[in-house]
C-alpha cells in the first residue's frame, strides 16, 4: 500500500474512534425520563421526530417543544399530556444527540403537517434559543412563544414581534446563566409576562431527576405547576 494512502487510512480510522468515542460520551450524558413520565409517553403517538399527545379540541394552536440539551423528550411528557387534555395539541420534538442545535428547523415539519393550524412554540434550556430562532423567522400562524428557564439570543430576537410572551423560570436554578437572562429582556417584547415558580429549579421544568450543577428544589409539584402556569398564560393571552 502506498504511503498516502495509509496515512489517508489511519486519518478515517481516527475520525470515526473520535465520532464513536464522542457518540459514546453524549449518550452517558443524557439524562433519561422518570419512570411516571416514560410510561405517560406511551399514550403519545410516537414518530422518528416528535412524541405528539393529541387532542380532540381543533379549535386551539398547537404547541411545539424544543426539550433542553441532552435531555430525552419523554421527560416533559407529564405536563404536555395535562395540555392536551385542556385541548392544546402538543409536539414535544426528538432532536439528533438530543441537541436541539442540531435541528433547529424541525417545527418546520409540524406546520407543514398542519398547515391550517395556529402555533404556540416554547423551549427548556437551550431548546428556548433554538424554539426562539424559529419563532423569529416563522411568524405565519405563530400566536405565542414561552420560555422555561431560558432566554432568546439575538438571532432570536423577539423585541419587535407583536406576540405574547411567558417567560418562566425558578428560584433555585443554578443551571441558567442568570447575566446572560438579564441581559436578553432586551431581545424580549415590552409585554412579555415574567413568572418565578417559587422552590423550583432547572431540572423540575421536565420529569428527569437531578442534573449536574443545578440547586436543590424545595418543591416536589413543580411539574403540574408548570402545567397550571402555561395552561394558564395559554388561556388567558393566547387569541
Given amino acids: 500500500m502506498k ?30 425520563p422518570t419512570d411516571a413520565a416514560q410510561q405517560t409517553a ?3 403517538e410516537n414518530s422518528s421526530d416528535w412524541l405528539y399527545f393529541p387532542s380532540e379540541d381543533q379549535t386551539k394552536p398547537i404547541v411545539i417543544f424544543y426539550p433542553g440539551a441532552l435531555v ?8 404536555a399530556e395535562s395540555l392536551a387534555q385542556s385541548g392544546y395539541p402538543v409536539y414535544v420534538l426528538k ?10 428547523n424541525r417545527a418546520e415539519d409540524v406546520l407543514n403537517e398542519q ?11 437551550l431548546g428556548g434559543v433554538m424554539a426562539s430562532r424559529f419563532a423569529n423567522e416563522n411568524t405565519d400562524h405563530l400566536k405565542g412563544v414561552f420560555f422555561l428557564a431560558s432566554y432568546p439570543d439575538e438571532k432570536g430576537s423577539l423585541a419587535d414581534k407583536k406576540v405574547p410572551v411567558l417567560s418562566l423560570t425558578a428560584e433555585n436554578d443554578e443551571v441558567l446563566n442568570q447575566a446572560a437572562y438579564e441581559e436578553s429582556k432586551q431581545e424580549l417584547p415590552a409585554n412579555t409576562e415574567y413568572q418565578e415558580i417559587a422552590g423550583g429549579n432547572h431540572a423540575g421544568f421536565g420529569a428527569y431527576g437531578p442534573q449536574k450543577g443545578d440547586g436543590k428544589a424545595t418543591i416536589t409539584d413543580q411539574n403540574q405547576q408548570v402545567s397550571v402556569r402555561l395552561l394558564t398564560w395559554l388561556n388567558e ?3
Fill in 3 to 32: 504511503k498516502w494512502k495509509k496515512i489517508l487510512l489511519i486519518v478515517v480510522i481516527g475520525i470515526v474512534v473520535i465520532l464513536a468515542g464522542g457518540f459514546a460520551y453524549v449518550q452517558t450524558q443524557t439524562y433519561p
Fill in 72 to 79: 430525552e423528550p419523554e421527560s416533559y411528557s407529564p405536563w
Fill in 42 to 44: 406511551q399514550k403519545a
Fill in 237 to 239: 393571552d393566547i387569541q
Fill in 115 to 125: 398547515p391550517d393550524r395556529s402555533y404556540v412554540i416554547g423551549g427548556h434550556s
Fill in 95 to 104: 432532536m439528533p444527540l438530543d441537541l436541539a442545535v442540531l435541528a433547529p
